[in-house]
């Protein structure tokens, strides 16, 4: 059982490129979460979906686009890179019928510089 | 503005005693609060959870407290073990799981 994976673990782009980092989940969660985690702060939510078809914003949406077309998988993208958008991300998925700990499982992170 | 804060970055324990890790906020509508627990190249994984109308919760080795006039919790780990040595970060919601508020984490090392 794989749980959440997330690809790739590890990015170099320059500023202004392209990338889409994948999350996909195997638990058939409905629930699809991005945070990013940057040092001296705490996770923070880009963006989330709540079912197959849907997304919706975060506390630090800017500058990421998400797309949900299929159940199991979640795309964050970044059109035009910054370096403030150096950091570490991670991915969640959730069964929303588990109130204990609002059953998050975490992938194990993507680290991205850009320089 | 953070709204969870951990004011320790680190926190350092002989194994066999006790570690306690703190963890305040400042929305007052915050009525569900987590640990969650990190190695290194790892996610986070739940640890203990607690709903604001208790003022505690166990699950073994590990107890919350929750003091809401103080907006405060904690995290009791008796007895540390080297096997907890890991990144704690405590996190908050407000109406529901979709928004969790995390800390910036203490980092716990468990002395053999």
């Known amino acids: 059982n794989a749980g959440v994976t997330q690809t790739p673990k590890f990015r170099v782009l320059k500023t202004g490129q392209s990338m889409t980092l994948l999350c996909a989940q195997d638990m058939n969660h409905e629930y699809m979460y991005w945070y990013r985690q940057d040092p001296g702060m705490g996770l923070r939510l880009i963006h989330y979906s709540v079912g197959e078809g849907t997304t919706a914003k975060g506390e630090v949406p800017d500058g990421y686009n998400v797309s949900r077309l299929k159940k199991q998988n979640f795309l964050l993208g970044l059109e035009s890179a910054a370096p403030s958008q150096t950091s570490v991300y991670f991915c969640?998925?959730?069964?929303?019928?588990?109130?204990?700990?609002?059953?998050?499982?975490f992938g194990s992170g993507t680290r991205l510089t850009v320089v | 503005d953070q709204q969870v804060k951990q004011n320790s970055p680190s926190l350092s324990v002989q194994e066999g005693r006790i570690s306690i890790l703190n963890c305040d906020y400042t929305?007052?509508?915050?009525?569900?609060f987590l640990w969650y627990k990190k190695y290194p190249a790892e996610g986070p994984t739940f640890l203990i959870s607690i709903s604001s109308i208790k003022d505690k919760n166990e699950d073994g080795r590990f107890t919350v407290f929750l003091n809401k006039s103080a907006k405060h919790l904690s995290l009791h780990i008796v007895p540390s073990q080297p096997g907890d040595s890991a990144v704690y970060f405590c996190a908050a919601s407000e109406g529901g799981a979709n928004n969790l508020f995390f800390g910036t984490g203490t980092r716990l090392t468990v002395i053999p």
């Open positions: 969640a998925s959730r069964d929303p019928s588990r109130q204990a700990n609002y059953g998050y499982t």
């Open positions: 929305n007052s509508m915050f009525d569900y």
